[in-house]
């Protein structure tokens, strides 16, 4: 069985001030880690992924993420936060053998304040 | 490019009839998957395909629920006698099968409401 946990429902954070997602997966075998962002309205939009090597992986938007094995974390960042950033943002995994479906946090959804 | 493309947007019906709804993915992409969300919750995975193949299917998904993609093309997600519970967004997605992680890009998603 494969589960992601996003302990936070909501993150509030200035414009301008660093901003931190976090979620927690388990999965049996080798992780897929991937972020999603959903506007009002809109479809999910992929950020980023990890699939294997370099633990710090970079994506779309100035957004980046850091995969801790020992932690099974897998925490989204972005240095300087903006009011459009503003959204609800999905952690999703998979094994990298078996299933293809990915398997998704409940969602966090971020408040960047002007 | 122009995107993975859901009908209808919003379908309201009443409890007992069927509902169908169509996604036409992105025309190189030949995997396709179907998501349901609901309010505060992630998405949870219904059913996925490649080409026309139904390769994986939830448990989620009832034998009230079906699926097809007859031409590896578009695909049609039909739900038989409604029930409340079924209101939700349904959520399509496809892939590029090149490499095991390519990312999915979504639709905007048909919102059920079932009175």
């Known amino acids: 069985a494969q589960s992601v946990a996003q302990p936070e429902d909501q993150v509030n954070v200035a414009e301008g001030n660093p901003l931190t997602v976090k979620c927690t997966y388990s999965?049996?075998?080798?992780?897929?880690l991937f972020w999603y962002v959903q506007y009002p309205n809109r479809g999910l939009q992929f950020l980023l992924k990890y699939i294997t090597g370099d633990n710090l992986v970079k994506g779309s938007y100035g957004f980046e993420a850091e995969f801790n094995k020992s932690q099974t974390s897998f925490h989204l960042k972005k240095p300087s936060a903006l009011v459009s950033d503003s959204a609800l943002y999905f952690c999703a995994v998979r094994a990298d053998t078996g299933r293809r479906a990915l398997t998704f946090g409940s969602g966090t959804r971020l408040q960047v304040q002007p | 490019d122009t995107g993975v493309s859901q009908d209808p947007r919003h379908k309201i019906t009443k409890r007992g009839q069927n509902v169908t709804f169509r996604c036409d993915p992105i025309s190189e992409h030949n995997r396709l998957y179907w998501y349901r969300q609901t309010l505060g919750q992630g998405p949870e995975f219904l059913t996925y395909f490649q080409n026309e193949a139904q390769l994986e299917k939830s448990r989620l998904l009832s034998d009230r629920f079906s699926a097809e993609r007859p031409k590896g093309s578009f695909s049609t997600l039909e739900i038989q006698r409604t029930e409340q519970g079924d209101s939700a967004m349904y959520l399509c997605?496809?892939?590029?099968?090149?490499?095991?992680?390519?990312?999915?890009?979504f639709g905007n998603g048909t919102r059920l409401t079932v009175t």
């Open positions: 997605a496809s892939s590029l099968s090149t490499g095991n992680n390519s990312p999915l890009h």
């Open positions: 999965v049996s075998g080798n992780p897929y």
